[in-house]
């Protein structure tokens, strides 16, 4: 019983952090520095700087589209997203 007591205070955390983003990753920052036991969750693939942005050093005449989706893309992948036409280029 001693040994279940323990476990489940080994998984309670004080804060729960979702995504690592700029946001994210100050909010766990700051949250652990002040003595928090804080869980941080992220979504998706590991991305490796430079090697999984293969249109990062690209110009945006060089993209196919001259940087913008296509019509199925703002319909169909990205439609909320696509909204904001500045947020969501084809090198994001």
């Not at 205070?9 to 949250?31: H, M, N, P, Q, Y």
């Not at 979504?43 to 993209?63: A, C, I, N, S």
């Not at 913008?68 to 997203?81: A, G, M, N, R, S």
């Amino acid at each position: 019983m001693n040994n279940n007591v323990k476990t489940r205070r080994s998984r309670t955390f004080d804060a729960i952090v979702v995504g690592t983003g700029i946001s994210g990753g100050w909010a766990a920052k700051e949250l652990t520095e002040k003595g928090l036991n804080t869980l941080v969750l992220e979504r998706g693939r590991m991305v490796r700087h430079v090697e999984d942005y293969p249109t990062m050093l690209k110009h945006p005449w060089e993209l196919t589209y001259a940087n913008e989706l296509t019509h199925k893309e703002k319909t169909e992948i990205y439609p909320v997203q696509s909204r904001t036409a500045y947020a969501v280029k084809q090198d994001t």
